[in-house]
């Protein structure tokens, strides 16, 4: 049915009806007060500030609309004051909430059937905004909402100034789109704030109001009029006005998700939506009392934040050539476990800015080994000074023989656990496991925070060379473990407001539990000790390592296999920091080692922390005895290590540490027999090591022997390594004499090099 149109005539009869019926009205757009208006507004995004308040990241919490921060009418420029007023509004200071003169021209022009601007004003407009059953439908208001946004304008002239009506109206109005008010229309089609706006921008701004999501020739057509009222006798170029018309409508330079925490502030807003908390209401500094923003306080300190995010960058630029584009970064307070810096990635130098590589899992490599170490020596199995042979290693397992390799593809021999750990050899790791039991390693691994997926015995022996997969938060929360003496706390990364301290009638609430022991204080005390001595890891690292600070700090690297992952976590007298670098895709990197890759990000984050602060040793626990010890002689009749003084838990201590038979001094009296490998061994080569590089290792007691392998002689010695090839072979031990006292049968399996280039 057709529906005559809204008439100023109609317009007086409501009035009548209206004026008569006020008593019994209660519109909620009139009632409201300014104040109540702005602290009921919301952006779309949410602030998430740092622990001192400072903005990290600003986050989009309102899909459905986009809606910037309150502006005071003093923070908009006078020129969008005046467009919006001309434009709207011209007699806006000069009413009480219905201009009669627009409603008397409205009123004859559609007697005359011609058009007019309307005779809404701003403050019928506003209260259509502030009232959801005023607010105008795609057909148009209703004759009953003509009444009410009427009534309403007519309170809110009454309880509101004209100040706050005009700054109501521009927080308030639908711009284009989901745009909503001045602040989300500034930054989105000028990327500037409302203060900054000029002339030109004002008058396209002014247009969008009244034809929002009109094509952009038709904004350009408005503005230029609205320009014409603004500069009268000026000449306009409207030629000039259409084209940045068109430009600005295209525009979305106001991103809602901009900051420096991206990643950090999606972990802290989903943290409060998994608990049901709403993000808290932090007050901003204005002129006058102003609306309360949406934001969430975090534990983060923003320069430490912005450092690292710096020095993450600038590190994987110079590392550009070598097929790595990704980074993450975590720094933990020892003491509260709060996080002060989070770093999901690299940002614009990813090809997966979106992955947050802080809690993605990944295979940690070496940095699983202070771990283990540290239950072996807990355990009593070890000692900091006990050695361990260094050498080709052969473990049968229930899907072939694992031959684990050290990193530089060499053997070091008997080495101290102190040396083997700082320098992180593979094989002695490997050797320790199987005392351990890979079982047993991996409940410790999960009382340590790192909810491993599978069973240990899943892993095998290579879960001491990290093959399972852990995140960097939990890792780095692993070390912090040990920093604190072996006790385990979660981390945190929202600020908690103190809670005021109770009365003294007040009941006493109980004390909290104390933080799980998960390893024993003079253990951690030894680990910590062992991976802050540089003179223990310059067999891998050098004497001048990029992981020697001028501070106390222990630190440990690791690399995953076929280099997809580079680690660094390590602690400080405050502090832990985690670093990972390599690619979110899994790509291998090139020639990117511990001391390469990750190590150089963390020695430089620990030295911005470290810039006014000083890190001490930390004091050795109860539990401790501090010893001289001596290594006894090698093969070559020198020392194995240099006698050094070293720290033990009480009743483990020694003065001497030699090697026995067992540890592979073969007594001369001793029959000659094959000691390894066993009849029947099966070995599987692995595909990712070259096959020049794996080598089997047989040992054999007795004097005067010989090695022969499918009847050609092969080597001289207790000792040999071979570079296996496939097939079935037998191998034999010969004496002085030429007599075969002892052999092998074992099989290679897997793709390796041809017969006549292993010999």
Not at 261 to 279: F, I, N, S, T, Y
Not at 585 to 591: E, I, L, Y
């Amino acid at each position: 049915m057709h529906r005559p149109p809204f008439t100023a005539s109609h317009l007086a009869a409501a009035l009548i009806v209206a004026a008569c019926m006020q008593p019994a009205l209660a519109f909620a757009a009139g009632a409201v007060g300014f104040d109540e208006v702005r602290r009921g507004f919301r952006s779309s995004d949410t602030a998430v500030l740092d622990r001192n308040g400072e903005l990290l990241q600003r986050v989009r919490t309102d899909a459905s609309v986009r809606r910037g921060q309150w502006i005071a009418l003093a923070d908009v420029s006078p020129a969008l004051r005046m467009a919006m007023v001309l434009s709207e509004d011209r007699r806006f200071y000069e009413h009480s909430g219905i201009d009669w003169r627009a409603v008397s021209s409205a009123a004859w022009a559609n007697l005359w059937n011609t058009r007019t601007r309307g005779a809404s004003t701003i403050t019928m407009q506003l209260s259509g905004l502030l009232d959801e059953d005023l607010r105008r439908a795609n057909s148009g208001r209703s004759f009953t909402q003509k009444i009410g946004q009427t009534v309403a304008a007519a309170q809110l002239e009454r309880n509101w100034r004209k100040d706050q009506i005009l700054e109501a109206y521009l927080n308030t109005v639908p711009f284009r789109g989901e745009i909503v008010g001045i602040d989300a229309l500034s930054r989105t089609l000028f990327g500037k704030a409302p203060s900054g706006l000029d002339v030109r921008e004002a008058a396209v701004a002014a247009a969008l109001v009244r034809a929002p999501n009109a094509k952009p020739a038709i904004v350009a057509q408005r503005a230029c009029e609205v320009m014409r009222a603004m500069e009268p006798g000026q000449k306009i170029d409207c030629d000039a006005i259409d084209m940045f018309t068109s430009a600005a409508v295209q525009r979305r330079a106001f991103d809602a998700n901009e900051g420096i925490a991206p990643h950090a502030a999606r972990r802290v807003l989903k943290e409060l939506g998994d608990a049901g908390e709403a993000p808290t209401a932090q007050p901003t500094a204005a002129r006058q009392p102003a609306p309360k923003e949406a934001a969430v306080r975090t534990t983060l300190r923003a320069p430490l934040q912005r450092f690292a995010l710096d020095a993450l960058q600038r590190h994987l630029k110079e590392l550009r050539g070598r097929h790595v584009e990704d980074g993450a970064l975590v720094v933990l307070d020892n003491a509260s476990g709060e996080v002060l810096a989070w770093v999901g990635s690299s940002g614009p130098l990813s090809q997966a800015a979106e992955v947050d590589a802080v809690t993605a899992l990944r295979q940690p490599g070496s940095t699983l080994k202070p771990l283990l170490y540290a239950q072996a020596i807990a355990e009593r199995r070890l000692t900091a000074a006990s050695l361990i042979d260094d050498s080709s290693a052969q473990i049968n397992t229930a899907s072939g023989l694992y031959i684990p390799q050290n990193y530089d593809r060499q053997f070091k021999g008997p080495v101290s656990a102190r040396t083997a750990l700082a320098a992180s050899l593979n094989v002695p790791a490997v050797r320790t496991l199987v005392m351990v039991s890979p079982e047993s390693f991996a409940r410790q691994l999960r009382a340590a925070g790192l909810p491993l997926r599978e069973s240990g015995d899943y892993y095998g022996y290579s879960l001491a060379l990290g093959s399972a997969e852990v995140s960097l938060l939990s890792l780095t929360n692993a070390y912090r473990m040990l920093a604190n003496g072996g006790r385990y706390g979660t981390t945190t990364l929202t600020a908690r407001m103190p809670t005021p301290a109770p009365a003294a009638s007040a009941k006493a609430k109980p004390a909290e539990s104390p933080a799980p022991l998960i390893v024993d204080p003079a253990t951690a005390f030894i680990v910590g000790d062992i991976l802050s001595d540089a003179n223990a890891r310059t067999r891998t690292f050098g004497l001048d390592s990029i992981l020697s600070t001028r501070f106390w700090t222990a630190v440990k690297t690791g690399t995953s296999k076929d280099m997809r992952d580079n680690w660094a976590v390590g602690w400080s007298q405050r502090y832990t920091v985690g670093v990972w670098v390599g690619n979110a895709s899994g790509a291998s990197m090139w020639d990117v080692s511990g001391t390469s890759g990750a190590a150089p990000v963390w020695a430089e984050v620990m030295r911005f922390l470290h810039a006014r602060e000083p890190s001490r040793a930390p004091r050795p626990p109860a539990g401790l005895v501090e010893a001289r010890v001596a290594f006894g002689p090698g093969a070559d009749g020198n020392p194995l290590e240099a006698s050094r003084s070293e720290w033990f838990l009480q009743g483990t201590e020694q003065p001497l540490f030699a090697l026995d038979t067992g540890a592979g001094t073969p007594a001369n009296t001793a029959a000659a027999r094959i000691t390894a490998p066993v009849d029947g061994t099966i070995i599987a080569l692995d595909p990712d090591i070259p096959p020049l590089h794996q080598r089997v290792r047989f040992e054999s007691e007795g004097r005067g022997v010989q090695w022969r392998i499918d009847g050609k002689h092969f080597a001289r010695g207790n000792s040999a390594q071979w570079l296996p090839w496939p097939g079935r072979h037998v191998i034999e031990l010969v004496d002085a004499t030429g007599k075969v006292v002892d052999q092998r049968r074992l099989e290679v399996r897997g793709a390796g090099v041809v017969a006549k280039n292993s010999r």
